[in-house]
């Protein structure tokens, strides 16, 4: 299992090895003390979430608020999307950055994401079925969604003939207005967490 850095503070790209024969294949998509040795801190994992999509399906951009935040375990166990990361702690310096990540059924890779970070994907084979590993139960209220074709985050989406979109993310307020209802985590408060180990 390789684990690699994807230019922002935590965000990394698991690599598992995939075992084939005869009979198919089999991997390890999970492997919490390797993702420790990795990240620098556990993941507990809480809860564990499935979605099934349509090409050209549109999720996110979501994250909750911290606290108490939510770490994730992405990966996709069937058909194909591109899975986007965004940055969206304020005061963090790569504010509004993002990474776009394709993940399949094929390589099997997983992407890990720390609290704080806005998590979103495009389904762009038939059906697309993702898996959510999270390190907190569903907090209703502490759900925060931003606008996925905000054009000042210009997220590099794949190209598809028919987008679809869930009532609300297509009425999901930007990026600026998110950050003007004060809702979004901060980054030194989520950097200070993550030192004294309080999400352990």
Not at 15 to 20: A, L, W
Not at 85 to 96: K, N
Request: charged share 20%; net charge negative; glycine share 8%.
């Amino acid at each position: 299992m390789i684990f690699e850095e994807l230019g922002l503070d935590g965000v990394h790209l698991v690599e598992p090895k995939v075992h084939g024969d005869a009979r198919g294949a089999f991997v390890e998509l999970f492997v919490g003390e390797k993702l420790h040795a990795a990240a620098g801190h556990p993941m507990e994992v809480a809860q564990v979430n499935c979605s099934v999509s349509r090409r050209g399906t549109i999720r996110g951009i979501h994250l909750t608020a911290a606290p108490p935040g939510e770490a994730k375990y992405v990966t996709c166990v069937s058909g194909s999307i591109v899975d986007m990361v965004v940055d969206v702690r304020v005061g963090s310096p790569t504010y509004g950055a993002s990474v776009a990540v394709p993940l399949d059924d094929v390589r099997r890779r997983a992407v890990y994401i720390p609290a704080g970070f806005g998590h979103g994907f495009a389904a762009v084979s038939e059906t697309a079925v993702v898996t959510y590993l999270c390190d907190r139960v569903y907090t209703p209220g502490k759900a925060i969604s931003i606008d996925p074709l905000d054009p000042r985050l210009a997220l590099p989406w794949p190209a598809m003939d028919d987008v679809v979109l869930s009532d609300k993310d297509r009425t999901a307020p930007t990026l600026a207005q998110t950050e003007a209802l004060g809702v979004l985590p901060s980054y030194a408060d989520l950097r200070a967490e993550a030192l004294s180990g309080s999400r352990a």
